[in-house]
């Protein structure tokens, strides 16, 4: 008799991608990004096609250990860039407390702002700036910016 088989990082109930999946696509693209590497250049530095890489990065598709340690390579990070500045709340959401293995239940997943389009064209044009002290003045008026509040909210 075959058994039948629950996928394991999905949430079978809903068809959304796992969260940590997400988030390892989000890496994913903002290292590529950072680069300056396009999605097809990518894809051909690890043989795949620029919609693999695309689902890769939506988490749409999950990256096997392999893949993932191509990536790192040709990206220029160690395999543990794509895990870090994950929330607690995402890294709960493993295989095992999705199948409900778990003493709590996950939150709901909300997207990282480190993942948007936004965001990496704010960092990269930062980078861009070659005087470090222009570098340093534009870093702390961000910040001075962040801590405002705004009379109108």
Same mark, same amino acid.
């Given at each position: 008799m075959a058994r039948s088989r629950k996928p394991s990082g999905r949430m079978a109930s809903m068809g959304h991608p796992n969260p940590i999946d997400v988030h390892v696509g989000g890496r994913v693209r903002l290292r +590529?990004? *950072?680069l300056g590497m396009s999605q097809e250049? *990518? &894809?051909e530095a690890i043989g795949l096609t620029f919609q %693999?890489? %695309?689902k890769y990065e939506r988490g749409a598709n999950r990256i096997g !250990? !392999?893949?993932l340690f191509d990536l790192a390579r040709v990206l220029d990070v160690p395999v543990s860039y $794509? $895990?870090?500045d994950m929330s607690s709340t995402v890294a709960a959401k493993t295989p095992s407390r999705m199948r409900g293995f778990a003493e709590t239940r996950p939150e709901p997943f909300e997207p990282d702002p480190m993942a948007r389009r936004e965001t990496l064209e704010l960092v990269r044009a930062y980078y861009r700036i070659t005087d470090p002290q222009v570098r340093r003045r534009v870093f702390e008026l961000a910040k001075t910016l962040g801590r405002t509040r +705004? &009379?109108?909210a």
């Open positions: +590529r990004t *950072l250049k *990518l &894809a %693999q890489v %695309q !250990s !392999s893949r $794509f $895990f870090e +705004r &009379a109108d």
